[in-house]
């Protein structure tokens, strides 16, 4: 069942002007990100910019066809359609180093384009899930027109009942509060995976990177192996343990303890020594190994 989320009085505004990142973070939550598309306030409608954007590259074809014409703006289940533009697109992708090995899927993916870029210009295999089988029929054409319709499906579902463990790489253009519901499921894929989301934080997970482009911002994270328990290292010759804790990507330490800092992206650890010296190394089952020293998980957390 379709469920209206707009407020219906900004409906009319909506449909008429494209609406910004900034105006689509206006109906969310708790915007928790400095937007830098932000404007102080919305601008009359005759001012408002054209949205920019298009399947094929500047001048090509539009995102809709003759068997069905999207409105920018058009309700959604929990969000809007407004399409990421290209060049935001194209950095997303860039950022996250998507390959062909890469199983990409884009959560709400509207006419497609994300995960037709991925398909079309990484040589990875994609997926769009989205709610509107309109939006699902018209991804399937325009996948079908980019030549990618072997590589580049779409399913129609909800994306918070769809399963989408088998993914590499998830991008995202939602809202602030529909990442942080989100948030849990996302930490719990394969260490490693990436997560590119257009305009919109996860709260305290900070982002790994920030990427701007002149027309839109989006955010960066890898999902950090675990690392909580007690663990016994070996340096050189020397020895020690200690409880590592985590907070995303951070280990949170001991104070006054033998390791100042530590740091997880996917499977790969950093630490800085009390003396200042850098641990670097790799997550392989129970055993963080690096040159020259290894720790052994010899209590997992709680
Ligand atoms: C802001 S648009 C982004 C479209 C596309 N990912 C892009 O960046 O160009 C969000 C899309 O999510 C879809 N959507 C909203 N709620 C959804 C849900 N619960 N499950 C699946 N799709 C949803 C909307 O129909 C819309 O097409």
């Known amino acids: 069942m379709r ?25 969310g939550t708790t915007p928790e990100m400095p937007d830098p598309l932000a404007i102080p306030a919305v601008p009359p409608i005759a001012e408002a910019p054209p949205v920019r954007y298009s399947l094929f590259g500047p001048g090509g074809a539009q995102s809709g066809d003759a068997q069905f014409q999207p409105e920018v703006g058009q309700a959604g289940k929990d969000v809007i359609w407004v399409p990421t533009p290209d060049s935001l697109v194209k950095a997303m992708l860039t950022t996250a180093e998507v390959k062909p090995t890469d199983i990409v899927v884009d959560l709400g993916s509207g006419d497609g384009k994300i995960a037709i870029a991925a398909a079309r210009d990484f040589g990875a295999r994609a997926r769009g899930i989205e709610f509107n089988p309109d939006m699902v029929a018209l991804a399937r054409r325009n996948a079908q027109r980019a030549g990618v319709a072997g590589k580049a499906s779409f399913q129609q579902g909800d994306i918070f009942e769809t399963d989408f463990t088998d993914a590499t790489v998830i991008t995202m253009y939602l809202l602030p509060s529909l990442n942080l519901k989100l948030r849990d499921t996302l930490l719990k894929m394969k260490p490693g995976t990436r997560i590119v989301s257009h305009a919109f934080s996860m709260g305290e997970w900070e982002p790994e990177r920030t990427i701007s482009t002149d027309e839109a911002t989006g955010y960066y994270w890898i999902v950090p192996a ?6 016994a290292f070996e340096v050189g010759s020397e020895r020690f343990a200690t409880e590592l804790g985590q907070q995303f990507q951070m280990v949170t330490l001991p104070r006054g303890g033998p390791l100042k800092e530590g740091r997880v992206r996917g499977l790969s650890v950093t630490f800085t020594r009390a003396n200042g010296e850098q641990l670097q190394g790799e997550l392989r089952g ?14 997992p957390a709680g």
């Open 3 to 27: 469920r209206q989320t707009l407020p219906l009085l900004l409906l009319p505004l909506l449909l008429a002007a494209a609406p910004t990142a900034a105006q689509m973070k206006m109906l």
């Open 226 to 231: 675990n690392l909580a328990g007690r663990w």
């Open 286 to 299: 129970n055993q963080l190994v690096g040159n020259g020293w290894v720790a052994t998980r010899i209590k």
